[in-house]
């Protein structure tokens, strides 16, 4: 697989991102190790919210909370700080003409490549949010975790790559339709948006697939069984996302 | 091999505020055929990386067409692949020379034992061998330029694209590239070199396409150019002036600027201008030197651009 040789290197080159990451996951945990320290568990083998509420008052459990919807996000920020400037870099450095004269598809390239930081972003991910919830509840959401960081990569992971073909701004531009889309999504379900139901469904169904998301995500923190239309509908969101990436990058100057 | 039928190439849309339409290629045809080195040349903004971006399939252009080997040219490189050199080479940093080399090199199809003998081969012959280890960051300017040169030499291609190979070579590597470029040109490979350095492109090329303002100028062919003439031309040089010269030397003519004693003289050939410097030196006659008198690639392109510029 020579395409997955220079994926290797790739990754290599983003060593530090790789890090940071970890540092970042660090915090969350060091976090749950800490209020696990500062207050005994409950029953359930969770940490009980009043005991920290005794402890630190609404700072420390507005701080934990706070973290704990960070942490459901966690797999988004790692995909996006993984595969930010995947194809653009390349393009901007003049690292894509120097493989563009020979002859392995940058598709193959990109590819490989886009699989190999994706996985990375899945592992750690994949690793961080079942022992933050061991440590936190006692427990943990079982595969709904796997799904729900498999259904963050497959999106954003797409939606990076595909803009990354065409912008430099690629990591952002696609942060900035993650909040717009969670923003859209709580004023839809809030019935806040003040506009014709047609451009309504279609504004939803251009932005990443909050509502799915929404729905994963409720089965993961509330132990529920896992939503598999929605996830399907992730799924399907993404791959449409990688398959225009694909044909964009038929046709893009280097 | 390679043909541009009235290609044009221009960047950014017109009419688009802050950011003025750039012609960089206008009008270019020409054609190449296989094997050879041609120089591509002119002053900065000329079109000489456009072109070759154009050749090897980077970018599209905006009219006209170009083709390698009958190839719409990213399809070429896809299917035969292309040895290239980019002007200002780089690779990421934190790469590791051996490695990035041996990564290259698979991606050229050359199996994974192979890659890296191949790259091996390059390290030493390209002069890393004690940098090898090293990453590709702390490479000086030169170091880095080599390690171009051999990523471009990984496989055998057809067609080899050299952009300002020799920036940052010190002379030493300058000669040894000089023997490369022989080396790819009688093995029947296709060069084309585009460069600043005329001197450099005088002794590698055989043809030399002169840009200028995105146009093809003039393309200059020594070799048919003196084969045109029937003579070439040398500089003689005496220790004092004889009067059987213009018999010897009927067109002969002081060299102006020159020494005193230094006249432009031709002969067909070798032996021609053998036998009449016989009869000279029978005459009493003392020769201080004899050179072929050509108009240097330099003096030629200034020439041409002179002339653009006047009119």
Redesign the interface.
Known sequence: M??L??A???L??R?RRVLALLAFAAVFLAAALTARLLVSRGEGGQIEMDRLFIVGGYPLVSALLLLGWVLGRYPLIATLVMLAGVISHDRA?????????????PHR?YAARAALFAAVAFAVSAVLMPVFDLIMLGTWAGPATFVLILAYVIVYGGLVTLLSVWTRGDAWIALLLALLALVWDALRRADALMIPPGVRDLVTFVLPPQAAFFALEGAFGALQPIPWDAFAYVVGYGLVLWALAGLSLV?R?? | MIEFREVSKRFGAPGRPGKPAVEALAGVSLEIPAGGVWGVVGPNGAGKSTLF?LL?????ATTGSVRVRGLEPRRY????????L?E????????RVR??L???A????IARGAAARRADELIERLGLASHADREVRTLSRGLNQRLGLA?ALL?ERELV?LDEPTEGLDPLWRVRFRAIVSELRDAGRTVLIASHDLAEVERLASRVVLLERGRVRSILDTAAEAAAGGVTPYRLELAAPVPELTEVFPEAEAIEGDVGTAYRVAAADATELSRRLAALLEAGAVVVSVQPLHEPLEARVRRELSAEADT
Not at chain 1, 93 to 102: D, I, K, P, S
Request: proline share 5%; net charge positive; aromatic share 10%.
């Open positions: 020579s395409a040789a220079l290797a290197l790739a290599r080159a060593r450095e003049g690292y894509a003409r120097v493989y563009g004269v020979r002859p392995t598809s390239i046709r100057e280097v | 971006a090897l399939g980077f970018i599209h490189a896809r299917r035969h692949g292309a040895a290239y980019p200002r080479f780089r690779l990421p940093g934190e790469w490695t990035a041996r990564a290259l698979r991606l050229e199809g990523q496989a694209v």
